[in-house]
């Protein structure tokens, strides 16, 4: 099954995503609630320019960090140590739960060092306070992306505070469809398989493998947010940014080197102050665009395109 | 105005609290998104039992610490220093935008050292990004009064991980009533003046002033919020712990030594053992009962009673 939001209303989209067709719940929340997914209308053409995100708003979002390697290099960037125990326990903040649509603009103010971050992400039905990780896999209902905008330039002083992050993660763009795992070929009941892709600028950025370097899966994930809570029905869970070591090891290289890159500018601007002394990519500009997708084991698309461009943020006066 | 939410559907609350009016809108998110507030029915018998959260439901909570003595005080408890930069830069953490009924009994375990923070709490309408501490203070809906349960034991673990609260702040309380400000006599446009009363087992724990301490005002703790985001309709902006110092700076006394009391058992446990070299004061355990209500300066308790018994958590096997 794969869903979108279009003019506010919960639509299942066609095999070939050129169609959809009203669901008889009006949004994904209401079906997640013990609403329907059955058909409630006629096909109409769909384009992907018109979908919101496929749940535009839900109650709760909690974004791990799973690919540890991702925090590690962010860490050295910043000169911070990464604790041992981070391979054990997974890290995990409370985000906006707000979620911007595909193609929303990125709204960036120069001085804040804005980068993007390509993570997959699912949507949980209800799952009970002190849920295994077995039952946290169960309990996942759909599987999508996120771009989850990163304010480089504030995160420092932000979680120097200790309180985590809030000025620092604006709301994440999502990628128009939502999909059941028992859709995805490379599911693997906790994971998925494939390759995040990430363009800026038309050029490749990165071509990340989603199934390699998840340190915890989302039943993990999805058992951690549940440690004292119950988690309703729609609750996000992210991965954090896909991130692979390479074969030896090491940070990997980005794609004009022959790597497979990097699904944010702050791995490869890491990588390339230990391999040169300094950075060489900057974080994004106005009129950057960037593209995320998920390409699945089969080659296809499931989630569709991310694609949006950065926009100088207008001085509110 | 004021509002309830019984049995899923938003109500307008008489000025006795003894009867209620359905509401046009059904929810409270609804009618701040531009529905209506009028009324729409036959007045009913309202029983502040069956009321849940006026808010049940919202995407958006972000939990200030206005009331620096808190912070200072809880720090000291757990030997961490408070950087000076507190005093003028707003703690805020993301957290949990589910909230429970007024009596949802608190499900926790004994060895997370379960605790209260009893808090103010505004309810925006919309807020563009990058809006300044008036513009903020002006898009202020309702106010209300939340307790903030938090899990002693697991925040310091938590916290030192830096991605802030996830599993040591389960969902908050509310009380039975959201007020607009111009119901307040105590509202000064961006501080509520009153006494902020928590009753533990029947007893006076705290009777402290919200209008005192508040480093931050609510305007300048949505301000805080909206730098880098649009708040949409419904945003709920905590006011974290009230905490009050006493007449010679220090951090006051317990109601039982002739004080005002804490609106926490962590501030009361950090004089105890400044006072006695070790706190007094358990946190939490089964059966005990935690009452708190704001009482305005004519005497009222315009939000209703938040009052919550202890249950041990059961194992999930």
Redesign the interface.
Known sequence: MRLATVNDRLVLVSEDAQTCVPAQSVSLLAALRGGSYAPDGDALALDPAQCAAPLP????F?DG?AYVNHVDLVRRARGAEM?ER?WT?P????????FEAPNAPI?A?PA?GTDFEAELAVITGDV?????PEEGAAAIRFVTVLNDIS?RA?IPDE?S????????K??SACAPFAVSPEALPGWDGARLHGTMCIDLNGKPFGRVQTGEGMTFDFGQLVA??A???AL?AGTVIGSGTVSNRDAQGGPGQPVADGGLGYACIAEQRTVETLAHGGPRTPFLTEGDQVTIWFEDTEGNRPFGDISQTVKH?A??D
Chains 1, 2 share one sequence.
């Open positions: 708003v839900s109650h709760t909690l960090s604790p981070f326990d890290l995990m903040y409370q985000g906006c739960a707000v709204l103010d804040w009970p306070c002190g849920a295994s304010l504030l979680l505070k200790g309180f985590g992050f809030v000025q620092s604006p709301p951690h947010a440690k004292t809570r309703p943020r001085g509110h």
